[in-house]
């Protein structure tokens, strides 16, 4: 059967609408009816460009991974999930044997299989196939827009409790308010921080953090004519220090620092106002290469991570976290957009707004056939 209409990115800049072959499932897989999908960073970015890093787009490849649907058709050996369930998808298949995989991290594993990451297609479909493991029965109370959503909260999960180990009454600045960053404000604000700062250059995305899950919010001052990356950062380092009363020990000082920008002064920031003893996780995409202040580094003894997507334990605790109403994901929902209309869904991602001028933080695309307050 080919009833399978699917949104590609045909080549750069180039999308349409396809008819592709419905899934044929294994004894230990699912097929999904896909129902809600969000829009990720990463779309637009191979939409733009093609390519991310080393993942270039050599061949049309189905968009979209954020996703929610209800189960169509299960495998013979499958026995948790039934058809009509409502699900949440996490959308990358690992190898489950490799060395990663084995010792609990098998987001490193190097046959991933991640929907719409080349040459994988995506979840901007009527049907998706997933394992029986990597989906997640919803409670009544969780929407599937929630659900599309846990794809996003999971890697605030991951970013602030597994990686950071972010604990209660400890102290984070998080650099970025797009959707990443405002998710890990939640995960932040949920655990039960005692100061959550949000910084942005933005002025009405700092408003939105404030009212959403910030304590304190700091906007970063203008380049002056001149000054290096690096001067500046540490310019705004000591008005951040300055404003907000931070210091580099004791109960003013910051524990955990998250980086959701991807930008260099942001990072060179971070690090610079983080304590002593503290935890640096970078989350953001950015330039493929920054200078960071190593002196700061060393002298601090700054633990360093790198955030790449979840693993083991991130999709549960995001689903908990949204069941018990710990986090709220719906106030970042600013747009929907039919199937048919996904082409617009992109294009008002791409400029941040929708045509009445509206700011946009997350859109959503229902499925094919699937109305928009279905949720």
Do not use: W
């Not at 993942?55 to 495998?75: A, N, R, T, W, Y």
């Not at 659900?147 to 604990?167: I, N």
């Not at 700062?197 to 899950?213: C, E, G, M, N, W």
């Amino acid at each position: 059967m080919s009833d399978n209409i699917s949104f590609v990115l045909q080549s750069v800049g180039c999308v349409s609408y396809d008819h592709r072959p419905i899934p044929e499932i294994r004894d230990d897989e699912v097929l999904v009816q896909v129902k809600k999908t969000g829009i990720c960073g990463s779309d637009v970015h191979y939409v733009k460009h093609g390519r991310i890093g080393d993942f270039i787009v050599e061949s049309p490849m189905v968009l979209g991974h954020e996703s929610s649907g209800v189960v169509s058709k299960v495998g013979s050996r499958v026995r948790s999930i039934r058809p009509g369930d409502r699900v949440a998808m996490e959308p990358g298949v690992f190898c489950r044997k490799c060395e990663f995989c084995r010792t609990g991290r098998y987001q490193l594993c190097h046959d991933m299989a991640f929907a719409a990451t080349p040459p994988y297609d995506g979840t901007l479909t009527r049907y998706y196939r997933l394992p029986e493991d990597l989906l997640y029965i919803l409670p009544e109370n969780v929407s599937l827009e929630d659900g599309a959503m846990l794809e996003p909260l999971s890697v605030g999960v991951h970013s602030v409790s597994t990686l950071a180990k972010f604990q209660p009454a400890q102290s984070i600045v998080i650099f970025g308010c797009g959707p990443v960053g405002l998710l890990c404000m939640a995960v932040a604000k949920a655990i039960g921080a005692s100061r959550i700062v949000a910084v942005d250059i933005v002025q009405s995305r700092l408003d939105f953090a404030k009212t959403y899950a910030a304590t304190d919010v700091f906007r970063p001052p203008p380049f002056q004519e001149g000054e290096s990356k690096i001067a500046y950062s540490k310019r705004s380092a000591d008005l951040l220090r300055a404003n907000l009363g931070l210091e580099d020990r004791g109960i003013k000082a910051i524990d955990v620092v998250i980086d959701a920008s991807g930008a260099e002064v942001s990072i060179q920031t971070g690090i610079l106002i983080i304590k002593v003893g503290g935890t640096f996780v970078q989350v953001g995409m950015g330039q493929p290469e920054v200078v960071i202040p190593i002196s700061a580094v060393l002298a601090k003894e700054l633990v360093i991570k790198g955030s790449f997507r979840y693993g083991p334990g991130d999709y549960r605790l995001a689903l908990a976290l949204v069941a018990q109403k710990k986090v709220d994901l719906q106030p970042l929902v600013t747009h929907r957009f039919k199937f048919e209309d996904a082409a617009k869904a992109f294009d008002a991602t791409m400029k941040g707004c929708s045509d009445d001028g509206r700011g946009l933080i997350k859109a959503i695309i229902s499925g094919p056939g699937v109305p928009i307050d279905d949720v």
